[in-house]
């Protein structure tokens, strides 16, 4: 069955510095890859989206994200961090018949420090 | 920029009660979805939908629950006779192929 593992529950971060989530995923085919981003008590937003080809991924927001097949990973990063950028970040992986559920991970919270 | 939304944003009911949760889709998508997050924990697929019919559904979605695109605007979410573990935030979702737009989720209380 399809998964994916965010091993990191919370990360704080200096504002400023720069950031990445870890994200590893567990799919038979080629996955169809995406980071959300959740504020409190809002919905989720795409930041960006892995199909084929280019492994860099650009987003929004300044983010970025690297598809490795050797390493089933899809990490996102930002060069530096703003302090709006605190929220939770989820990794899914689009699995299923046609087109398709999406399997989240448990997510990662991120935490700001000025 | 089109969005999806839903309606109510906090739904308060008590258990074994009926509840339908509403979602207006982006207008020219052809997939939507369901999907709900218990505080705390990871959003969890319930259903896709698609040509009218239910594509996919978890071992969640049981008998008590339903969907429904009653005029081809709305797509809703039945839940027949709510559970104290029915309460969590559902999140519609709309998609044109390949990328899921989510609207701001309807928080869910049962007592």
């Known amino acids: 069955a399809q998964s994916v593992t965010q091993p990191d529950i919370h990360i704080t971060v200096s504002e400023g510095a720069s950031l990445e989530l870890r994200c590893n995923y567990s799919y038979g085919a080629t996955p169809y890859l995406f980071w959300y981003v959740q504020s409190p008590g809002q919905g989720l937003q795409l930041l960006l989206k892995y199909f084929s080809g280019d492994t860099l991924v650009q987003g929004i927001k300044g983010f970025e994200a690297e598809f490795k097949r050797s390493q089933s990973s899809f990490n996102l990063r930002k060069p530096s961090v703003h302090w709006s950028d605190a929220a939770e970040y989820f990794c899914a992986v689009g699995a299923g018949t046609g087109f398709q559920k999406l399997v989240f991970g448990t997510g990662t919270r991120l935490l700001v420090s000025p | ?111």
């Open chain 2, 1 to 111: 920029e089109p969005e999806v939304t839903q309606t109510p944003s906090h739904q308060v009911t008590q258990m074994g009660q009926e509840v339908i949760l509403r979602c207006v889709p982006i207008s020219n998508h052809l997939y939507f979805y369901w999907y709900r997050q218990i505080l705390g924990q990871k959003v969890e697929f319930l259903v896709s939908f698609y040509n009218n019919e239910i594509s996919e559904k978890s071992e969640i979605f049981d008998d008590q629950f339903s969907v429904e695109r009653p005029d081809g605007s709305n797509f809703t979410l039945k839940i027949r006779s709510t559970k104290l573990e029915d309460s969590a935030m559902y999140f519609c979702a709309s998609s044109p192929r390949n990328e899921q737009f989510f609207g701001p989720g309807t928080r869910l209380t049962v007592l």
